[in-house]
Antibody
C-alpha cells in the first residue's frame, strides 16, 4: 500500500526558506504515469495546489507561487522535496504531499500524506 | 481558470442518504467533459481520496472505500452520494480537478 510521509521543520522564520521532504514507501516514484505534488491548507485559503513533478523532473507550479517555489525529485531515495523561499505569515499552513494521477481532461490526487504543520513566525 | 463550487454545509440523519454537489465553472457547458475527484477530510486529519467521477457518470473509487459511497454526473455538476450515513461520515468533503479545489462541504450527521 502506497504511503507518503512529509518531514521538515515545523517553524520557519519570516523571509527564510521553508524546506520539506516527502518520502514514498510501498511504491516507486519511477513511473511515467504519475506526478508527485505538494498541496497546502490554511483556514484563509483552503486547499491550495503548490507544485507537481514527474520522476524525470518535469515541473509545474501554481502561478501565484511560481516565483518562490522549487520542487525536486530524488528517485534513488524515493523522495521529492519542496522549497518555498521568502516566507511570510501567510505561508503558515498544513503542507501535504500527494500523488497525482491523470484523469483525461484533468488530474486528480489519489494518495495523500498525513500532512505537516509549518508555522512562519519569528 | 477552473472554478469548482460547493455548498458550504449539508446535513442528514444517521442511516439516511445525502447527495453533495460540485459545480464546474458555474455551469458553463465547456467544462461539462471534466472529471473530478472527491476527497474526505475528517476532523484533524488529512484528506482521503474517495473517488474519481467522470463526465459520463462513471466513477472509480479508491482502495477500501465502502459501497455506500457513489458518484454521478449531470452536465457540469458532479455528485457524491453517501447512503446509510454513519457518524464517521461527518467530515468535510472537497471536489478537485487538476490544481483546483472546491471550497468544501461540511457534512453533519444528525
Amino acid at each position: 500500500q502506497l504511503q507518503l510521509q512529509e518531514s521538515g521543520p515545523g517553524l520557519v522564520k519570516p523571509s527564510e526558506t521553508l524546506s520539506l521532504t516527502c518520502t514514498v514507501s510501498g511504491g516507486s516514484l519511477n513511473s511515467n504515469y504519475y506526478y508527485w505534488a505538494w498541496v497546502r491548507q490554511s483556514p484563509q485559503k483552503g486547499l491550495e495546489w503548490i507544485a507537481s513533478i514527474s520522476f524525470s523532473g518535469t515541473t509545474y507550479y501554481a502561478p501565484s507561487l511560481n516565483s518562490r517555489v522549487t520542487i525536486s525529485v530524488e528517485t534513488s531515495k524515493n523522495q521529492f522535496s519542496l522549497n518555498l523561499n521568502s516566507v511570510a505569515a501567510a505561508d503558515t499552513a498544513v503542507y501535504y504531499c500527494a500523488r497525482l494521477a491523470p484523469s483525461g481532461s484533468g488530474n486528480h490526487f489519489d494518495n495523500w500524506g498525513q500532512g505537516t504543520l509549518v508555522t512562519v513566525s519569528s | 481558470q477552473l472554478v469548482l463550487t460547493q455548498s458550504p454545509s449539508a446535513s442528514a440523519s444517521l442511516g439516511a442518504s445525502v447527495r453533495l454537489t460540485c459545480t464546474l465553472n458555474s455551469g458553463h457547458s465547456m467544462y461539462s467533459t471534466y472529471a473530478i475527484a472527491w476527497h474526505q477530510q475528517r476532523p484533524q486529519k488529512g484528506p482521503r481520496y474517495l473517488m474519481k467521477v467522470n463526465s459520463d457518470g462513471s466513477h472509480t473509487k479508491g482502495d477500501g472505500i465502502p459501497d455506500r459511497f457513489s458518484g454521478s454526473s449531470s452536465g457540469t455538476e458532479r455528485y457524491l452520494t453517501i447512503s446509510s450515513l454513519q457518524s464517521e461520515d461527518e467530515a468535510d468533503y472537497y471536489c478537485q480537478a487538476s490544481g483546483f479545489f472546491g471550497g468544501g462541504t461540511k457534512l453533519t450527521v444528525l
